[in-house]
């Protein structure tokens, strides 16, 4: 089982750059990396999933360095509407396999005026 | 707006009674979800369905039975719950289980 470790809390103001950095030293070969938001009484909403070096989308980017054993999600230029908590997930088993999947403590990502 | 649809979207319910969540999605996904949250914590996955059939009980205690009728809906059925029992419950689906998952915005549940 590969359990993540992520800051509790970060703080940030708009416009900054805020990086957002999981570890997960168990991590097997199979695992994919994948970061999900969450505002309050809503269900988590995917951000973007990697498996190695990295992955951007619209919304972040993800870096892995070549050990894998941690993760950093990048969300560039916040604003207030991304106040909220980020989970790092490592999904356990890969192809045919099933896997556990498994939330970490997650981060709440606090963005002030 | 969510593509996982999970009603109700709150239930209260004494310890006695017997009552059911729904959750739908017509993504044809294959792999459906339940997963329980807390206040500030995170969520904690209870069942997972691939292809229609249970694959992961998460030691689930009994008075919480899933139930997966078709590829599209997925049910969970509540009995005897216990004050603890009070969260949120939440519906996810994927196309395979490492893929990224939808969830709905879930069911609050309170027992009396």
């Known amino acids: 089982l590969a359990k993540t470790t992520q800051p509790i809390s970060m703080d940030s103001y708009e416009g900054q750059e805020v990086n957002i950095t999981c570890s997960h030293n168990?991590?097997?070969?199979?695992?994919?990396i994948t970061w999900y938001q969450q505002f309050p009484s809503q269900g988590p909403r995917f951000i973007i999933q990697g498996y190695k070096t990295k992955v951007t989308n619209e919304v972040a980017s993800l870096f892995i360095p070549a050990d894998r054993k941690s993760s950093t999600l990048s969300l560039p230029r916040v604003s207030l509407s991304d106040t909220a908590v980020y989970y790092c997930l490592v999904a356990e088993g890969g192809g045919s396999t099933l896997g556990r999947l498994y939330f970490g403590r997650g981060t709440q990502l606090t963005v002030w005026p | 707006d969510t593509e996982v649809t999970q009603t109700p979207k709150h239930l209260v319910m004494g310890m006695t009674n017997k009552k059911s969540l729904k959750c739908e999605q017509h993504?044809?996904?294959?792999?459906m979800y339940w997963y329980k949250q807390k206040a500030k914590k995170p969520p904690e996955l209870m069942f997972v369905?691939?292809?229609?059939?249970?694959?992961i009980n998460e030691s689930v205690p009994s008075r919480f039975s899933p139930e997966c009728p078709n590829s599209s809906l997925l049910n969970l059925h509540l009995h005897a719950l216990q004050p603890e029992d009070s969260a949120l419950y939440l519906c996810?689906?994927?196309?395979?289980?490492?893929?990224?998952?939808?969830f709905g915005d879930g069911t609050r549940l309170s027992i009396l």
């Open positions: 168990n991590i097997a070969t199979n695992d994919y």
């Open positions: 993504m044809g996904h294959r792999a």
């Open positions: 996810a689906s994927s196309t395979w289980p490492n893929q990224p998952q939808h």
């Open positions: 369905y691939s292809y229609e059939k249970l694959s």
